[in-house]
Every structure is written in structure tokens, then in C-alpha cells.
């Protein structure tokens, strides 16, 4: 199988890497230049097959979030769940982001109708917190960690970032209680693979090479996962080949048996301010994860498969609420990032 040469594969991309993975340094005194490195730090955030499915209102003294229906995935996502997990990831950049920019602010969801996250700017004394710094180092890592465990004290630390109004985070470190979880990993994996729509879904999102990411600045790097440069009409053709129910499998039995642990979001209510908040937690976790040097990947077959997810949820002894998000973290090494669509691309 013919690789494409490097210089055809990047396109640009390292060169849109270092220009998208960094903190937005406004000149001093130009506050829309601020308003923009705010969108930017939470366009940092991740999203569902990153698909960036949000836009962002900027007013005087003020940013709305609200969420891109044209970015929707249909398949594995039908309730919108993820769509909104992908808001509160962004709206939790955004107040770091703020704070650092000396503006204190506090998503605000109407909720009813109203699918939009207010954001109030109030003046504040700038801090540049351990969450702000590691938001350009963030990323979904999807490959192989070193399955060494975590102190008691980056644990603890972990437990406190991932809880918020509403959500719990259960960190789940013993390797039976692992090994219960892969047998659900495996078991939706097989599912979705299994469902034409789905892979049909995923395969719309993955981008081949470099030139095909920087060309649309969104979607899934096939790099990101280990996987060569290929052109994108022969990627496309050999998806279902190699995106196979044994193989992928086989990866996740490797990818949980490498980890530390695995952190399972749960939300008290199943609605959409929940799922909201969800991401929140999330996000301040996989920051401070990265700020401790440990790297998070999703696992959220568990929760995506309808039936599975009441299965999972009696596994987890829940009497009510809904298990959000499943996620393994461990340290490992950094994988090829995924880019990011211009500012003026999601400002409305």
C-alpha cells in the first residue's frame, strides 16, 4: 500500500498546529482582540468526532454559545447528548480563558427553547490559573499508556476536578472493575460497528492525511490514532476493512489494560443542563489531568448503545440520573492533534 510522500500529506498541517495548539496573545488595548482569544482558548475544547458543533455570539460585555445543529451526529448521538457535553467543554475553556483576561464569568442555560449558554464578562483581577495554561496542551490521546497507577494525592486531585452541580465523577482503578467495563466497551463497540449508519457516520468525520484536515480544520486525523497518511479516496475505500469489529476490539482490550484507571461522568438528572454541566466536569478534568502530565481518551460505547447505557447504569448501582461520558487516563505518550476551524468561521 502506497503512502503519500510527507510533503503531499502535510498541507500545512504542522504549520496549522502551532498556529492553532497556543494561547491568542491580544495586543494590549484591544478588547474585540480579546473577545477573540476567548473563542479561541474554547474552541480548544474537545467535541464529539470533533465536529466543533457550536457557534459563539460576541456582544459587548458578553459570549453566547450556542450549538451548530448543522454538526449534529444523527447516528451516534440522536438526543443531542454529546452535542451539548461539547458546549460545557467549550463554556469551561472559556471562564479559564476569561479569568486570565481579567473577566470573571459563569455559564448561564436558559434551558426550555432557549438551547443557548450565556456567558456575562465582569472585570476581575486577571489570573492565569493550572487550568488556563493547560488548555493548548489538552488533547484526546488514542493510543497505548504506560498502565503504571496514580498517586493517591493526583487521584484525589482528579475526584475534585471531575465533580460539579449536579455531576459525579467515579474513578474506577481496580483491574476487575476495569475489566467489567472493557466487557461493556467490547460489547457496544460491536454494536455500533456493526451498524452501517455508524460507520457510515464516522467515516464522513475521519480525515486521511493532513491536506484533507487543514482543508476542512475539523473531524478526526487518522494520525491521531497511529494510522498513516493515505489518500483520502483510498482511506475512504478501506474504512471497512480496517475498521473492523476483531481489530478495533483487540485495541480497546489493549488501551484499558494500559490505563491507570477509568472515570465514569455521571449526571443526576438526564436533561440538557446536565449534560451541559457534564462537560464542564469533563473538561476541568481533562485539564487538570494534562496539568499532572496524564493523558484521557473516551471510551463511550458504554453510553452511546441506548439499551447498553440502563444496562451500564445498573452496573454502576445508579438508582436515576444518566452515566455521561466513560473515560480511561493514564500517562502516555502525545499523539498528532486534531485542528481547529477559523475564529471567523463559528463567530456569528
Known amino acids: 500500500m502506497a503512502l503519500i510522500p510527507s510533503s503531499r500529506a502535510d498541507g500545512g498541517y504542522d504549520t496549522a498546529v502551532r498556529r492553532i495548539w ?29 465536529t466543533q458543533c457550536w457557534r459563539f455570539l460576541v456582544q459587548e460585555g ?12 444523527p447516528v451516534v448521538d440522536p ?9 460545557g467543554c467549550a463554556a469551561e475553556n472559556l471562564t479559564h480563558s476569561a479569568l486570565a483576561h481579567g473577566w470573571r464569568c459563569e455559564p448561564v442555560f436558559a434551558g426550555g427553547s432557549d438551547p443557548s449558554v450565556r456567558m456575562a464578562l ?22 497505548d499508556f504506560d498502565g503504571e497507577s496514580l498517586t493517591a494525592e493526583e487521584l484525589r486531585l482528579l475526584d475534585a476536578a471531575g465533580s460539579g452541580p449536579g ?33 457510515a457516520e464516522l467515516r464522513h468525520w475521519i480525515r486521511f492525511n493532513g491536506l484533507e484536515a487543514v ?22 475505500a478501506i474504512v471497512p ?32 443542563r446536565h449534560w451541559i454541566e457534564a462537560g464542564r466536569a469533563f473538561q476541568r478534568f481533562a485539564l487538570q489531568a494534562t496539568a499532572l502530565g496524564v493523558r484521557t481518551s ?18 454502576l448501582g445508579l438508582a436515576g440520573g444518566r452515566p455521561d461520558l466513560v473515560i480511561r487516563f493514564g500517562r502516555g505518550p502525545q499523539m498528532p492533534r486534531s485542528l481547529r476551524r477559523p475564529i471567523d468561521a463559528v463567530v456569528v
Open 122 to 143: 465582569l472585570p476581575t483581577a486577571p489570573v492565569r490559573s493550572t487550568l488556563f495554561e493547560a488548555i493548548p496542551h489538552r488533547q484526546t490521546t488514542r493510543t
Open 167 to 199: 455531576v459525579r465523577v467515579h474513578l474506577l482503578t481496580d483491574r476487575q472493575v476495569m475489566e467489567d467495563v472493557l466487557a461493556f466497551v467490547l460489547q457496544g463497540n460491536s454494536a455500533q460497528l456493526g451498524n452501517p449508519a455508524f460507520v
Open 79 to 87: 438526543d443531542d447528548h454529546h452535542l451539548f457535553v461539547s458546549l
Open 298 to 315: 473516551h471510551l463511550n460505547q458504554p453510553v452511546e448503545v441506548a439499551p447498553l447505557r440502563a444496562e451500564f447504569g445498573r452496573f
Open 241 to 272: 476493512l480496517v475498521l473492523s469489529e476483531r481489530r478495533e476490539n483487540q485495541r480497546y482490550m489493549r488501551q484499558i489494560r494500559s490505563s491507570a484507571g477509568i472515570a465514569v461522568f455521571i449526571s443526576e438528572r438526564d436533561d440538557q
Open 215 to 236: 482543508r476542512s480544520g475539523d473531524g478526526l486525523l487518522s494520525a491521531c490514532t497511529g494510522n498513516p497518511s493515505l489518500p483520502t479516496w483510498l482511506g475512504r
Open 62 to 73: 458578553a459570549i453566547t454559545l450556542l450549538p451548530d445543529e448543522q454538526r449534529r451526529c
Open 22 to 50: 497556543r494561547h491568542a496573545e491580544p495586543g494590549v488595548g484591544d478588547p474585540s482582540a480579546v473577545l477573540r482569544a476567548l473563542v479561541h482558548d474554547a474552541t480548544l475544547a474537545p467535541s464529539s468526532h470533533n
